[in-house]
């Protein structure tokens, strides 16, 4: 697209965003799809005014729509969004008068049940990659980039692990590695990309670190913690490994609950980031894009900042 397209489709989105009551729906859904994907073509994450212009202008239209919705919304995100998305459901609900039901869990195993047929409305995806096979097969999109997460190491207490040495403690043939599964649980495919990166750093790292690694969550026979525990949290006191690769949010939400355990940042050379991704089901209601809307808004993030999340679209300083 040349910037004169650039510039009309930025001065359609400044006009005032029609109202259902004013025109017909097909023409008002019209005008929101474009908006979406314009705020897409920077992956998602609100870096300039033109985002926020576009978000203002979502949230001024969906605005107009009725509060209250036939169905529940159905949100179905990432196991590490958990906390903050469910937080997230709350204050939209109590905004919004919506009501919002929530299903968390490995993003690679809500993309198959999706794809088999189970019903969502939002799905929230610790990677792109689930949410934009969903899209590919037309199940809904565009798939937009609202929030970062990094990989850290989270190590027993009498584990000597720094950020400097964490590669050879890796390493180390008496040291238990933990990680979730990958393909079903992107976290398990964040290790294994971190696994890549210190083989071109020590020749045989992959080999070993893949060999050694066990599994221990974000499979469909992984054992979940009891009710109310932190997973990670969970499976470390039970002393199922010395270190476990994850998350940092998750990493520090385990801490809170178990205080012996410490939490190590990757170092650079090794560090993995983690992109995630949110579609809207094609077909969904006017009260399901307003949900994806109101994740990606200032107090959307805000509250994803709260929990760790790097965001894009808060204030600096807030």
Sequence with gaps: MDNADEERDEAILRASPPRLQQIDDRVAFRWMETAISFLKKEGGMMKNYSHRLVISALFFFLSS???SAAEPLKLHAAGSLKAALSEVAVSFENTYKTKVVTKFGPS???????ADGETADVFA???MAHPEKLAANGWGGPVVLFARNQLCALAQSDISATTDNLLD???DKNVRLGTSTPKADPSGDYAWALFQKADAIQKGSFATLSGKALQLTGGPTSVKAPEGRNQYGWVMDENKADVFLTYCTNAVSAQKEVQSLKVISIPENISVGADYGLLVRNGASPEA????M???SAEGQKILKKYGFETAAVEKGE
């Design 169 to 171: 403690t890796l390493m």
């Design 108 to 114: 690679g195993l809500l993309t198959t049940a999706i």
């Design 65 to 67: 729509l009725s509060a």
């Design 125 to 127: 995806s610790a990677n």
């Design 294 to 296: 109101y994740i990606l």
């Design 289 to 292: 894009w307003r949900l994806a």
